[in-house]
């Protein structure tokens, strides 16, 4: 694979998915498969296979293993909009296609719920969709005002939950933790004090009170609210600790000569999977909170196929800007048990 690296790092606003902006045309913008093209080669769909589209969405993934040869897909989803709006999918690959509406931390279940117990392929496409950023009624975006909600499931705390509830300290604590917001305490202050008078019950709330304290220079295209909106995000729906179980269970699933594709958007996912990978692989990898530490192992259970990640090109990043922050990093299975 032909990969595209950048001169330099980015910090965790930078690389966050998608990009929020203006949509050609002033219109929304459906979701576009991200490096479509490099995960079909790694994955490289054979006829009889088993596959798990963990992060189905729109089924842009989905469709294309399915095309790229008569395999079977079980996609999954803990968003009930996009199972819903997969029967057209559903029917066009009839008996080929599976769907649950599970995260995919629960892909063991999913899958031994229908008789599947060893996969060829699992491929994760991280974070928040485009059609979750451009329907305001879901409060992901801080461009488009809507409820202050960001759950990607229909049920559980919400980011208004955190922000009319929470204590100042544990507040500023998510929003650096989880966005690396350099003024985080900042913020939570102010948060703390206007909820006094209202609660805050909308996205354009929030995002208007970020803009305040920490100012906002006229043309400048990142809003000052991206690192707390991805902050509350991230927490409100355990993104985190659901990619550290998700990576486990396809170590499980997968069996000798399985490929595990993942696609993430900024660096906090980006750490968690490249860690994953290495430490499975039998490399070092710098420590991190969110996976436990395997240990040497002389029986690797991943052999890492790309060390440094693919990145989309120019052209693809030019049709869609909002895959400028992806990186694709994949592995595979070895015939060695798993370590979790």
């Given at each position: 694979m032909?990969?595209?690296?950048?001169?330099?790092?980015?910090?965790?606003?930078?690389?966050?998915?998608?990009?929020?902006g203006?949509s050609?045309?002033?219109?929304p913008?459906?979701?576009?498969?991200?490096?479509?093209?490099?995960?079909?080669?790694a994955?490289?769909?054979?006829?009889?296979?088993?596959f798990?589209?963990g992060?189905?969405?729109?089924?842009?993934?989905?469709r294309?293993i399915?095309e790229a040869?008569h395999?079977d897909?079980?996609?999954?989803?803990?968003?009930?909009?996009?199972?819903?709006?997969a029967?057209?999918?559903?029917?066009?690959?009839?008996?080929?296609?599976?769907?649950?509406e599970t995260?995919?931390?629960?892909?063991?279940?999913a899958?031994?719920g229908?008789?599947w117990d060893?996969?060829?392929?699992?491929?994760l496409?991280?974070?928040?969709s485009?059609?979750?950023?451009?329907e305001?009624?879901?409060?992901f975006?801080?461009?488009?005002d809507g409820?202050?909600?960001?759950?990607m499931?229909s049920?559980g705390?919400?980011a208004?939950?955190?922000?009319n509830?929470y204590?100042k300290d544990a507040?500023?604590?998510?929003?650096y933790?989880?966005?690396e917001?350099?003024?985080?305490?900042?913020i939570?202050?102010?948060i703390v004090?206007?909820?006094e008078?209202?609660p805050?019950e909308?996205?354009g709330?929030?995002?208007?009170?970020?803009a305040r304290?920490?100012?906002?220079?006229?043309?400048?295209?990142?809003?000052p609210?991206?690192?707390s909106?991805q902050a509350?995000?991230?927490y409100?729906n355990?993104?985190?600790?659901?990619l550290?179980?998700?990576?486990?269970?396809?170590e499980r699933?997968?069996k000798?000569g399985g490929?595990?594709?993942?696609?993430?958007?900024?660096?906090?996912?980006?750490?968690?999977?490249?860690?994953?990978?290495?430490?499975r692989s039998?490399?070092?990898?710098k420590?991190?909170?969110?996976?436990?530490d395997?240990?040497?192992?002389?029986a690797?259970?991943f052999?890492?196929?790309?060390?440094?990640?693919v990145?989309?090109?120019?052209?693809e990043?030019a049709a869609?800007?909002?895959a400028r922050?992806?990186?694709?990093?994949?592995?595979?299975?070895?015939d060695a048990?798993p370590?979790a």
């Amino acid at each position: 694979m032909k990969r595209r690296r950048r001169g330099g790092t980015r910090d965790v606003a930078d690389r966050g998915r998608p990009v929020e902006g203006p949509s050609p045309d002033s219109g929304p913008i459906r979701h576009i498969p991200v490096l479509l093209r490099e995960v079909l080669e790694a994955l490289h769909p054979g006829v009889g296979e088993r596959f798990i589209d963990g992060t189905f969405g729109a089924g842009g993934y989905a469709r294309a293993i399915l095309e790229a040869a008569h395999c079977d897909v079980l996609g999954l989803d803990r968003d009930p909009t996009a199972i819903a709006g997969a029967c057209a999918l559903e029917t066009a690959f009839a008996g080929r296609l599976k769907l649950a509406e599970t995260p995919f931390s629960e892909m063991e279940d999913a899958a031994h719920g229908i008789g599947w117990d060893a996969l060829d392929g699992v491929v994760l496409d991280l974070g928040v969709s485009s059609m979750q950023l451009d329907e305001a009624e879901r409060g992901f975006s801080f461009m488009r005002d809507g409820p202050l909600d960001m759950r990607m499931s229909s049920s559980g705390l919400s980011a208004a939950d955190v922000v009319n509830t929470y204590e100042k300290d544990a507040i500023a604590d998510i929003l650096y933790t989880f966005g690396e917001e350099r003024r985080s305490r900042a913020i939570a202050a102010a948060i703390v004090k206007d909820r006094e008078t209202a609660p805050f019950e909308r996205t354009g709330q929030l995002a208007a009170l970020i803009a305040r304290v920490l100012g906002h220079k006229p043309g400048d295209p990142k809003h000052p609210a991206t690192r707390s909106f991805q902050a509350l995000r991230l927490y409100v729906n355990d993104e985190l600790g659901e990619l550290t179980r998700a990576l486990e269970a396809a170590e499980r699933l997968l069996k000798p000569g399985g490929r595990l594709v993942v696609v993430s958007f900024h660096s906090l996912e980006d750490r968690i999977v490249k860690r994953f990978l290495a430490e499975r692989s039998g490399k070092r990898a710098k420590a991190s909170r969110y996976i436990p530490d395997a240990g040497d192992s002389t029986a690797p259970t991943f052999e890492l196929r790309d060390r440094h990640g693919v990145e989309p090109g120019e052209d693809e990043v030019a049709a869609n800007p909002r895959a400028r922050s992806a990186r694709l990093r994949w592995a595979v299975r070895t015939d060695a048990p798993p370590l979790a």
